[in-house]
Each structure stands twice: as structure tokens, then as C-alpha cells.
């Protein structure tokens, strides 16, 4: 991935199940595809269109900041396309990383919150000093 590019979160709600168009469009602007979520159907809340399910697409993808502005256009123009949102985003490492993968979360938990009798004293007696 070029240093120019920048990561991406693109939802859309579309009106088929078909999401080749959008995948399209991003690779005909340059963009890298990092991340496809699977396409769900919805109910909306109101009628977008005159429709009133949709399916949502999610795509997380890496481009250069100054193509951003023609994807949107054609986004825009796209017939399959009800709604979009473009959000820029980094990519998380999981919460689970922060621990050795030989110990838990679970397991840091309870050696932190347990504290023998002896260690709670010496723990007491410090702080009183």
C-alpha cells in the first residue's frame, strides 16, 4: 500500500442484493479493497426511494485522498445506490492483543483482583507510611 493512501469505511445501502457494482467502482478509482462484509437485508426505517428494505454493503478500502472526490460523484450517480456514508478510519488490532496470548483476559482479571491477605497488609501498611 502507498504512503498516499488513506483507509476508508464505506457503507451503502442498496436497492439489490448485488454488490459487483460498488466493488467496480472502487477498483475503477484506484482503490484498494481490504475488508468486504457480507450484504444484509434491512428494513428502513423510512422510505428511501419509495422503498422500504434495502440491502447494506459494507467495504473497508485504502485510496488516495485527492480520488476521493470522484468516487463520491460516481457513487452519486450510481442507480443502485440509496445511501452512502464515507468515514475515514484506521485499522484496530483486536482488544485482545493487549494481553500475552498465553494469558486472557479473564485470567488477567482475576490476578489482578485477588490479593492474598499477607499482600493486602503490606499493601496497606505502604500506603499508611
Do not use: W
Not at 442484493?17 to 477498483?27: H, P, Q, Y
Not at 423510512?46 to 488516495?64: D, E, G, N
Not at 445511501?83 to 479473564?106: C, G, H, N, V
Request: glycine fraction near 0%; charge should be positive.
Amino acid at each position: 500500500m502507498d504512503e498516499l493512501h488513506r483507509i476508508f469505511d464505506l457503507t451503502v445501502l442498496l436497492n439489490s442484493e448485488d454488490n459487483k457494482a460498488i466493488k467496480e467502482l472502487l477498483e475503477k478509482h484506484g482503490s484498494i479493497i481490504i475488508e468486504s462484509r457480507p450484504v444484509t437485508k434491512l428494513s428502513l426505517a423510512y422510505p428511501i426511494r419509495k422503498q422500504t428494505s434495502a440491502y447494506l454493503a459494507v467495504f473497508v478500502f485504502s485510496i488516495r485522498p485527492d480520488l476521493l472526490l470522484a468516487l463520491e460523484r460516481d457513487l452519486k450517480m450510481e442507480t443502485c445506490v440509496l445511501r452512502y456514508l464515507i468515514l475515514r478510519t484506521e485499522l484496530k488490532r483486536k482488544k485482545e492483543a493487549a494481553f500475552p496470548p498465553s494469558l486472557s483476559r479473564e485470567q488477567a482479571k482475576t490476578k489482578e483482583s485477588f490479593l492474598t491477605n499477607e499482600a493486602l497488609e503490606k499493601k496497606i501498611e505502604e500506603i499508611l507510611k
